[in-house]
């Protein structure tokens, strides 16, 4: 689409087309899925979402992008035009691609092949005693092996600039991203304990971050005004997590967010129900 509206000149070679009593929309764009990752279910062989262990920034998934899926035309017909497709294991899963839903080839498609650093923060894990519930020690364990693996990352590349690196380490070599190129990082939390530990270590480690899914967003709707990040949310597909929660809860975080004036997108991770994002 060249242009949109009334009286245009239209230069010559260009179609014109009318739409009367029609409504006519942007093309969306998918903030975070697996579309291009996965394609059939059932069939193990067609999904390439997961690496094997707990880090692997180094993993570049653009390299698994099958563009000839029928998800892929299927999406693009009711609307969604980009979408930014995710790994999603382990703790940091590795790098995610952006790519625009027309065209044959990956390379005429991928629009950012290194897009992104997605980190799955460790969701909480709840033990019942004394009739209240008490966070694990076992979750809180991992919670501090994630950060330290970010602060080990961090002195790395400090240590690089300064010129006191000798060996590298390829892993390690992959975050420096983070700080030389300002790659952003999708931070995927989701209670609210975790949100602000994710806000802590993004701001004393200078990440470009993007907090992702944040379930229990509107009980620290400050914090994450205050931090700056922006909001991806989840399909709106998903329930409350307690019937406390409300059965509206993932309705009423979207106007929350935007009565506080936090930026937020939002997106439909399967790949198979990826077309939709529009409804």
């Known amino acids: 689409i060249h242009a949109v509206g009334k009286n245009l000149k239209i230069p010559p070679g260009y179609k014109h087309y009318q739409f009367k009593n029609k409504v006519l929309y942007p093309g969306l764009i998918n903030a975070m899925t697996t579309l291009g990752l996965a394609d059939i279910a059932m069939i193990k062989q067609s999904t390439d979402t997961n690496e094997g262990g707990q880090f692997n920034p180094q993993v570049a998934f653009h390299r698994a992008f099958y563009s000839w899926s029928r998800l892929i035309p299927n999406t693009r017909q009711f609307g969604t035009t980009v979408a930014l497709s995710a790994p999603q294991g382990g703790r940091i899963s590795g790098k995610a691609f952006l790519f625009k839903l027309y065209g ?14 997605i980190i799955k923060f460790p969701g909480s894990q709840r033990r019942r005693g004394s009739g209240k519930q008490k966070q694990s020690k076992g979750q809180s364990k991992a919670v501090q092996t994630l950060v330290k693996y970010i602060e080990k990352a961090h002195r790395y590349h400090q240590k690089v600039m300064a010129g006191q690196i000798s060996q590298l380490d390829l892993k390690l070599e992959a975050m420096r991203a983070l700080w030389q190129d300002q790659l952003p990082v999708i931070i995927s939390v989701s209670s609210s304990s975790d949100i602000k530990t994710a806000i802590e270590f993004s701001q004393k480690h200078q990440l470009n971050a993007i907090l992702q899914g944040v379930y229990d967003g509107e009980k620290v709707l400050k914090e994450i005004k205050k931090s700056g990040y922006p909001v991806i949310l989840n399909n709106l597909y998903q329930a409350n ?39």
């Open 104 to 117: 044959w080839e990956p390379e005429e498609m991928l629009i950012r092949k290194e897009a992104a650093l």
């Open 241 to 279: 997590k307690k019937w406390e929660d409300g059965y509206d809860k993932v309705y009423r975080l979207p106007a929350k967010l935007h009565k506080a004036g936090i930026k937020f997108a939002f997106s439909m991770s399967y790949a198979a129900v990826a077309f939709d994002l529009p409804i």
